[in-house]
């Protein structure tokens, strides 16, 4: 497998709020994860980063050839302990109350592929040359999409696109989508919405799978996204298959 990560401030925001991870466990496991920030004061990166840090330690010390369904309670159980330990630091810090932060997150082992989102960052898996979402995003205008009360072309320009009804440290408890891939995929991607509020799904799709080195690739969507306004931080963690699949 290749992997590369990246995260940028754009062109708008003066710091970057974003984390962002790929790491690999002992027994040759993948986990990815980015969480986009929220709150005053530093404190949506101090959010994103207390999600990130925890999430890769535990990945680290205690998953270890895990069989799907373990994974699949170890995903939600790391939900809820991120959540705590936001709600905690911003109870112990109040300059940063009302911090919090999104999450999309993804298991890569050599049996599954799982992954997991609160709020609106989004995983994608490319198979048989196309990009296909596989994450939900916990927006009110998608709400009001599912309720018939906004369609996909208003939901575009609506003022409240950006409220979300679901992220780590605004929900106690929290519950994480979970979504369990097919291996016949090429490769997966994790992004903050800074990508995709500037590019569609084609602009992105085509540059993954353009014939470029994997960090080219992550590194043009990122200029792209800057190029097109860079209104919100950037963060993209992508891996690709090998073509024997491993």
Not at 121 to 141: E, P, Q
Not at 195 to 213: H, N, R
Not at 228 to 246: H, K, T
Request: aromatic share 6%.
């Amino acid at each position: 497998m290749k992997t590369f990560y990246l995260t940028d401030a754009g062109k708008v925001r003066s710091h970057n709020e974003d984390s962002v991870i790929i790491t690999k466990n002992q027994s040759g496991d993948y986990l990815m994860a980015v969480a986009d920030g929220m709150g005053g004061h530093s404190a949506g990166e101090v959010a994103s980063s207390i999600v990130v840090s925890h999430l890769s330690k535990c990945f680290n010390e205690s998953f270890c050839n895990m069989e799907k369904s373990k994974a699949v309670n170890w995903i939600r159980e790391m939900a809820t302990e991120v959540n705590d330990l936001v709600f905690s630091y911003a109870n112990e810090h109040v300059e940063s109350k009302g911090m919090g932060t999104t999450l999309v997150m993804a298991i890569i082992t050599k049996d599954y592929v799982l992954i997991g989102n609160i709020g609106d960052s989004s995983g994608f898996v490319v198979k048989d040359s196309k990009m296909h979402k596989v994450t939900y995003d916990h927006t009110l205008v998608n709400l009001l999409i599912k309720a018939g009360e906004l369609t996909p072309e208003e939901a575009k320009d609506h003022p409240k696109k950006n409220v979300l009804m679901k992220a780590i440290g605004s929900n106690n408890p929290i519950d994480i989508d979970i979504f369990d891939c097919d291996m016949d995929i090429s490769s997966v991607l994790l992004c903050s919405d800074g990508l995709t509020s500037m590019l569609d799904v084609e602009q992105i799709e085509k540059v993954l799978l353009s014939d470029l080195e994997i960090e080219d690739k992550v590194i043009k969507l990122i200029r792209k996204s800057n190029n097109r306004g860079g209104a919100d931080n950037i963060s993209i963690a992508y891996l690709e298959f090998s073509e024997s699949g491993d």
